[in-house]
């Protein structure tokens, strides 16, 4: 072996090849320069792959030694691949062999040539079989993004679902011969491949598919060209594969060059049934995966407002920007096929809170130097954005927050859908208790009563399997990006399963006892005593968690799904699924009998009159006497302009007044409140809190009720303008009247439709009262079928202003 040109027997080589690749490349390092001895050793200590067997002393073997050498490459084509060629990586912690893998977007140099050896004179790769160019069938209307439902795709390149077959065609110099050629595909993902990390993809051609497997095989060969169907594992990474073709030669593998045109995305596939998020019900899979415009339900319980949100999972660079934020939350590439971990880490990723992630969130009513969550029509531009940048957008709120976690889910492939939880609790620590407390006067003291109601709250729901969990826990699993509270340290929630937290088995991962109490707390009013003690005057076990809601598949219409979440109030299963939660660790704040005597022989109700923003309306306190006693009550009635967390901003009406009460009999009694009132405090959302409290003065007993209610906002008009087809020129007008008594100034109108046009914005200066904006905007639709359109109108005196339409867009 001093010699360059040195010749071997097979049995020669053999030796080599079993004695180990180290040492067979041993000698080279001490070869004189001008051999290339050295060249050829740094080459071995940075090949990407040891060794692949050479196809010639395949061929001149027989017997064992032919079994024994395809036993040997089948075991080299799984060794580790190593860190790039000239590139030294990163400093090691003596903890790992290879640094941490947690980059889609990074990559290292594969060699074109990996020579076994010295190569010899004469040497030219180009008399062995070539690859001339590889077709990945990764057009629209394909049998690829056909079959794979992802056609919808603004993205040139291929994507697949994992656990299902697609196709690719090899063109070579010559026809390929099975007999005398071998060739393999090469998957690898990220900068450090490895095979025992999913990271690195051999893939032999073989004659059968097996399911939810790896592999390959030829379909049909003509010519120079042979198409092969690819099998991926229905567990395996979910990302953007580089793809190599690898051809051995007597003197070492040939691969194609680099090319980012056969880059492959492998998505998650409900449609596959080995697939982890496997969605059996093919109507919810077109609504909860391929729907890229769903509903947001708002306002409050009284009054459930709605509003569409454009997803936009398949618009340009979105898929790329989900796959960026698994990079910056350097979530290792082998944990990318798990969908618990995926949900986990974005939850955090979606809010900015500890992480830098994608949304920042304000609640204050100031949004300096970005845009009012009201503003927003979609996910399209906020993930846009902060691909772009790298820093978090401002700003959102939950709505907002889980509009952008359903792109994300959705656009990986993960069946996700937006929940709305009207009357949602926020207990700061979670014992399934809301604190009011009342003065002297039975007012609400804001200075002591730190828990809070939201009007509503909005999360997502993920479906997949929980083999981490009992059998029975998999299916829906709640996760929310909204930064509320801290989970293993950072501001995140979930996945918790629904089922789990309706049957009170709050000791299941993760986050299932703040889930539980969001939707489970009861409203306790008390007072202090002159002795310092807390006397309770009235328990609300109801008002939480009411009423829970989603989009119906294929219809814009509401679903309540209360009952996924709790049983019945008061009933047996209701009382066995708190005492479960009970059981595992949610702590239930008990009171003695005697602290709690309710006035149980009247009863008082709060009314409020529907009206428009920066109109006049009224308030009405119904008392109802069930007893043969006359009885007079002190009523105290606040109303708060608030957040819609429930937090108060100021209080903006008091009033007083002693009501009467006849024996058997109701009263009701009116407040008025002036537009005047109210609209110089006005919030966003134009959400107001009336809490009342009665004392009745002939027993002492306190009354107390609250409700929420929402002023009506105007709306945009939206029409359109032409012929409605793809590829040809529309216009779309939306229209504004100002209904206020004041002029609005520093307005801005925004407009998008997944398909149709991208999102517009423009901005007026001002806009005088009871007078109307037209806004025209020409656009060229992309997609044909029924398309929304979605407007928003946003000034400081006026937000939550909202539009849509509907439009069959027609085929050319």
């Not at 769903?294 to 509003?307: A, C, L, M, P």
């Amino acid at each position: 072996m001093e010699g360059e040109g040195e010749a071997k027997t097979c049995q020669q080589w053999w030796q080599i090849f079993g004695d180990g690749v180290g040492r067979a490349w041993q000698p080279f390092q001490h070869c004189p320069i001008a051999t290339g001895g050295r060249r050829i050793y740094r080459s071995y200590l940075n090949a990407l792959n040891f060794f692949q067997a050479s196809i010639k002393h395949q061929k001149i073997c027989t017997g064992e030694d032919k079994i024994k050498k395809n036993d040997y490459l089948k075991r080299r084509m799984s060794e580790p691949a190593s860190t790039d060629r000239g590139k030294k990586p990163p400093p090691l912690n003596g903890r790992r062999a290879l640094p941490s893998n947690h980059s889609n977007a990074e990559e290292n140099d594969v060699p074109e040539m990996d020579a076994f050896g010295l190569i010899p004179r004469g040497f030219n790769p180009k008399d062995y079989l070539r690859v001339v160019d590889i077709r990945m069938f990764n057009e629209p209307n394909e049998i690829n993004k056909l079959q794979h439902h992802t056609d919808k795709y603004y993205n040139p390149k291929l994507i697949v679902r994992r656990g299902q077959p697609f196709q690719i065609q090899i063109d070579f110099s010559r026809p390929y011969e099975p007999e005398k050629d071998q060739i393999w595909l090469e998957y690898l993902i990220g900068r450090y491949p490895q095979p025992n990390k999913g990271t690195y993809i051999p893939i032999l051609i073989g004659d059968v598919l097996k399911p939810g497997e790896w592999g390959a095989k030829i379909t049909h060969k003509e010519n120079n060209s042979i198409r092969l169907s690819i099998m991926s594992s229905a567990t395996c990474i979910v990302g953007k594969f580089r793809l190599y073709v690898a051809i051995g030669t007597p003197f070492g593998i040939i691969r194609t060059h680099r090319n980012s045109a056969t880059d492959t995305y492998i998505l998650f596939n409900p449609w596959c049934q080995l697939d982890a998020v496997y969605l059996d019900d093919e109507k919810e899979r077109e609504e909860y995966v391929l729907n890229d415009v769903g509903i947001v339900f708002h306002g409050d319980i009284n009054e459930v407002k709605s509003r569409s949100w454009s997803y936009g999972q398949f618009e340009e660079n979105i898929l790329d920007a989900c796959l960026f934020l698994m990079d910056k939350a350097e979530l290792e590439l082998s944990g990318r096929g798990n969908p618990i971990k995926i949900c986990r880490v974005a939850s955090a990723m979606i809010n900015s809170k500890d992480d830098n992630g994608v949304l920042a969130g304000s609640w204050d009513n100031l949004y300096a130097y970005g845009v009012p969550p009201s503003a927003w029509t979609g996910s399209v531009d906020i993930l846009l954005e902060y691909y772009s940048s790298k820093q978090p957008v401002r700003y959102g709120q939950c709505w907002v927050f889980a509009g952008v976690f359903n792109t994300f889910l959705r656009c990986l492939g993960i069946p996700a859908r937006l929940i709305t939880n009207y009357s949602s609790a926020h207990d700061n620590n979670a014992n399934l208790q809301l604190d009011f407390f009342l003065d002297d006067e039975g007012q609400v003291d804001n200075k002591l009563t730190k828990d809070s109601v939201w009007n509503y709250h909005c999360w997502n729901e993920a479906w997949m399997t929980r083999p981490d969990l009992p059998v029975g826990f998999g299916g829906w699993q709640a996760v929310d990006g909204t930064p509320q509270e801290t989970s293993d340290g950072m501001y995140r929630c979930g996945p918790a399963s629904v089922q789990a937290i309706k049957h009170g088995h709050v000791c299941f991962q993760f986050d299932a006892p703040f889930v539980y109490a969001e939707v489970n707390s009861d409203i306790v009013y008390s007072r202090m005593g002159k002795n310092g003690s807390q006397v309770i005057e009235k328990i609300d076990t109801t008002h939480i968690g009411k009423l829970i809601v989603t989009k119906a598949v294929g219809s814009d219409e509401m679903v309540d799904i209360t009952e996924n979440y709790k049983f019945q109030e008061g009933s047996a299963e209701e009382r066995l699924a708190l005492e479960t939660a009970v059981m595992y660790g949610v702590t239930k704040q008990t009171t003695q009998p005697t602290t709690y005597q309710p006035q149980k022989d009247v009863e008082m109700d709060l009314q409020v009159q529907k009206a428009v923003v920066g109109s006049d309306f009224k308030v009405t306190i119904v008392f109802r006497n069930k007893s043969r006693n006359t009885y007079t009550a002190t009523t105290y009635l606040s109303g708060n302009i608030v957040f819609y967390t429930g937090v108060t901003k100021s209080e903006f009406k008091k009033h007083s007044f002693s009501a009467k009460l006849e024996p058997l009999s109701s009263s009701a009694f009116d407040v008025m409140i002036t537009s005047a009132e109210y609209l110089n405090d006005l919030l966003d959302q134009a959400s107001f809190h009336f809490f009342v409290t009665a004392r009745i003065n002939e027993t002492g007993k306190i009354l107390a009720v609250q409700k929420a209610m929402v002023l009506e906002m105007p709306t945009l008009r939206i029409k359109t303008k032409g012929e409605m087809v793809v590829d040809r020129e529309m216009s779309v007008v939306v229209e504004f009247t100002n209904p206020l008594k004041q002029t609005l100034e520093n307005v801005t109108l925004r407009l998008e439709g997944p398909g149709v046009l991208s999102t517009v914005k423009k901005e007026f200066r001002q806009i005088p009262t009871m007078s109307t904006l037209i806004w025209e905007v020409k656009c060229i639709p992309k997609r044909p079928g029924l398309r929304k359109l979605i407007a928003s109108l946003n000034c400081d005196a006026l937000r939550h202003v909202y539009g849509e339409l509907n439009i069959q867009i027609q085929k050319p």
